[in-house]
């Protein structure tokens, strides 16, 4: 995150939503939108000129749609943080986001609090999942091949060459904690926590917090209620 203040940029193509975002994020003081995209790739480039700390991103954008510019984002400029916003929650759109290293995915039909809440959150390094989205990421973790038994025995493997301190770091940023608040938890300095939360992804072989979280709640570090 650059200083104490959070960089956004917004993304949609109504320019009405725009404002609204824009006006609720004005609310709190600690977050200045920096620039602003009509569609997915106006927002690549913008986020390549401006380097916000976050991109919030609609789905449903002409030219390049959200998740393709989420890809983007993180394939150019990972150190931008991406969160999508948008109208739907259908778990094809979840997955998707998640698979293309989004760390946040709120509902415009949400609390305003939760979007300041959860861009907050991705720009100190977290992952953000809207309660509704999150009790559904939940839910999934039951179904597929196998049932939860399977995916669960899956998960416990993967986490199997982790340390027990790797794995404590893990179960931390399943429930949602920042770098600094973890080192906090831990007695570490942060820059030791980031070495772990990087080793932790490059040993799951994720791409970011919330596919490392999802892991974690499969795996049984973390209760999924």
């Given at each position: 995150?650059?200083?104490?203040?959070?960089?956004?940029?917004?993304?949609d193509?109504e320019?009405?939503?725009?404002?609204?975002?824009?006006?609720?994020?004005?609310?709190?003081?600690?977050?200045?939108?920096?620039?602003e995209?009509?569609?997915?790739?106006?927002?690549?480039?913008?986020?390549?000129?401006?380097?916000?700390?976050?991109?919030?991103?609609?789905?449903?954008?002409?030219?390049?749609?959200?998740?393709?510019?989420?890809?983007?984002i993180?394939?150019?400029?990972?150190?931008?943080?991406?969160?999508?916003?948008?109208?739907?929650?259908?778990?094809?759109?979840?997955?998707k986001?998640?698979?293309?290293?989004?760390?946040?995915?709120?509902?415009?039909?949400?609390?305003?609090?939760?979007?300041?809440?959860?861009?907050?959150?991705?720009?100190?390094?977290a992952?953000?999942?809207?309660?509704?989205?999150?009790?559904?990421?939940?839910?999934?973790?039951?179904?597929?091949?196998?049932?939860?038994?399977?995916?669960?025995?899956?998960?416990?493997?993967?986490?199997?060459?982790?340390?027990?301190?790797?794995q404590?770091?893990?179960?931390?940023?399943a429930?949602?904690?920042?770098?600094?608040?973890?080192?906090?938890?831990?007695?570490?300095?942060?820059?030791?926590?980031?070495?772990?939360?990087?080793?932790?992804?490059?040993?799951?072989?994720?791409?970011?917090?919330?596919?490392?979280?999802?892991?974690?709640?499969?795996?049984?570090?973390v209760?999924?209620?």
């Amino acid at each position: 995150m650059t200083g104490q203040r959070i960089r956004v940029l917004l993304a949609d193509d109504e320019a009405m939503v725009r404002a609204g975002v824009k006006a609720i994020l004005a609310s709190d003081d600690t977050i200045d939108v920096i620039a602003e995209a009509a569609d997915g790739a106006e927002a690549v480039d913008a986020v390549q000129r401006h380097r916000p700390d976050v991109a919030v991103l609609d789905i449903r954008m002409p030219r390049m749609d959200g998740l393709a510019a989420a890809a983007e984002i993180r394939r150019t400029t990972p150190e931008t943080a991406v969160v999508i916003l948008t109208t739907f929650s259908e778990d094809a759109y979840i997955a998707k986001a998640l698979g293309d290293g989004a760390s946040g995915f709120l509902l415009k039909s949400g609390d305003p609090r939760e979007l300041i809440a959860g861009i907050k959150a991705v720009a100190a390094g977290a992952a953000y999942l809207s309660p509704k989205v999150a009790h559904r990421v939940i839910t999934e973790l039951g179904a597929g091949p196998g049932g939860r038994m399977t995916r669960t025995a899956e998960a416990q493997k993967q986490i199997e060459p982790l340390t027990p301190r790797e794995q404590e770091v893990l179960a931390l940023v399943a429930a949602g904690l920042s770098n600094a608040e973890i080192a906090g938890r831990l007695f570490l300095v942060e820059g030791t926590v980031k070495a772990y939360v990087s080793a932790v992804l490059t040993r799951l072989g994720v791409k970011n917090r919330v596919q490392a979280a999802i892991i974690a709640y499969e795996a049984g570090l973390v209760p999924s209620a």
